[in-house]
């Protein structure tokens, strides 16, 4: 089992629905939750992540800032396109520290995993990190 | 790269006091005064960069141009929700316009559920002669409420941009405090 959202591991981040440069979508999958994504204003706001190959996901893991709702997509194609819903959450209000959600992935199959943060506790949100435990699916 | 923020701009107040007209000047860049009244049924979409001085940054303001009245079609319903900045209008010749502004406020706070910048725009500055609201009182109010106050005339395009530009400069100046909230939570 690996984290397979790594960017070290060959993961990106083809789309995103903000950009600052200073604080790139990238960031997302460095491995580091020092660094971060940071939403531009208004609401939903969307990224994805594209693995190497179709994955069998185990566990998901997000370290965020001020999210509230958040759900998340996958899709089993080449392209990221097909999204069937997964989950959805509405994260608990932190203050004081970074959110640290837990999903278990049960063991479904993606090749790309969309989160749209539907809400949030301010204007602006941070997703500071995504690991993503799973492995080459055998399919 | 230059930043793009977006920002949702709620503009509020009784009928008639030149929520509409404020809106189509600052749009048209005072083009465009509309001369004939038309109520706004509902809400009304437009969109408009602001350029932030000494940066390649902008702010994209979404502008909703509400009716005074309160509607029930979803899209207005829609239009209310997450304000990211607000824009409280009354005019200068009608009292009650002025009565009214704080459930106004208190509408869009309510909405807001969180600090929104905000402007009190007293409105029709041209109508001297018939003027019933002073200025130190509108003044009064808009401080106790937090809000950035502006005198401006639709009509005669005077100072109609500055409440707007506030507002895109307020929103900017948050997103540079967050960004440095999470650089800290994060370190
Ligand atoms: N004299 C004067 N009339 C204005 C001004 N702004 C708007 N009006 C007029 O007031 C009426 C109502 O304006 P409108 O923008 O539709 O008000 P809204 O209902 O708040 O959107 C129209 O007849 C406008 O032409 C202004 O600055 N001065
Ligand atoms: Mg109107």
New binding site residues.
């Given amino acids: 089992m690996f984290d397979v959202a790594l960017a070290e591991a060959g993961a990106q981040v083809p789309i995103a629905t903000s950009s600052d440069e200073n604080f790139p979508p990238e960031n997302i999958i460095d491995g580091k939750s020092e660094t971060f994504w940071a939403t531009t204003g208004l609401f939903p706001q969307e990224f994805i992540i594209t693995f190497t190959a179709l994955m069998s996901l185990e566990q998901i893991k997000i370290n965020c800032y001020q999210v509230k709702g958040l759900a998340m997509e996958r899709s089993i194609e080449n392209e990221p396109v097909n999204f069937e819903p997964m989950c959805e959450k509405e994260l608990c209000p932190s203050d004081a520290s970074l959110q640290m959600e837990e999903f278990s992935g049960e063991n479904s199959s993606a090749k790309h995993l969309k989160f749209v943060i539907k809400s949030g506790y301010d204007h602006f949100v941070s997703v500071h990190k995504v690991c993503v435990n799973g492995m080459a699916s055998r399919e | 790269m230059p930043v793009t923020l977006r920002a949702k701009c709620l503009i509020v107040?009784?009928?008639?006091?030149?929520?509409?007209?404020?809106t189509q000047v600052f749009h048209s860049d005072g083009a465009h005064?509309?001369?004939?009244?038309?109520?706004?049924v509902g809400v009304e979409l437009c969109v408009k960069n602001i350029s932030i001085p000494d940066t390649n940054d902008t702010v994209e303001l979404y502008i909703y141009?509400t009716?005074?009245k309160e509607t029930y079609s979803d899209y207005a319903q829609q239009a209310w929700e997450h304000p990211s900045v607000m824009m409280v209008?009354m005019?200068v010749t009608n009292e009650n316009s002025f009565m009214a502004c704080n459930r106004w406020v208190e509408r869009v706070k309510a909405k807001a559920g969180q600090h929104i910048p905000g402007v009190f725009v007293a409105?029709?500055?041209?109508?001297e002669g018939r003027r019933v609201v002073e200025r130190n009182k509108a003044e009064e109010f808009a401080k106790g409420k937090g809000l950035e106050y502006f005198e401006?005339?639709?009509?005669?395009q005077n100072n109609t941009d500055a409440p707007f530009y506030y507002l895109a400069n307020a929103y900017y100046k948050l997103y540079q405090e967050r960004v440095e909230v999470m650089k800290t939570i994060a370190s």
């Fill in positions: 107040g009784d009928s008639a006091v030149g929520k509409s007209a404020l005064f509309p001369k004939g009244y038309s109520m706004t141009d009716a005074g209008v005019d409105n029709k500055t041209d109508l401006c005339s639709a009509k005669e």
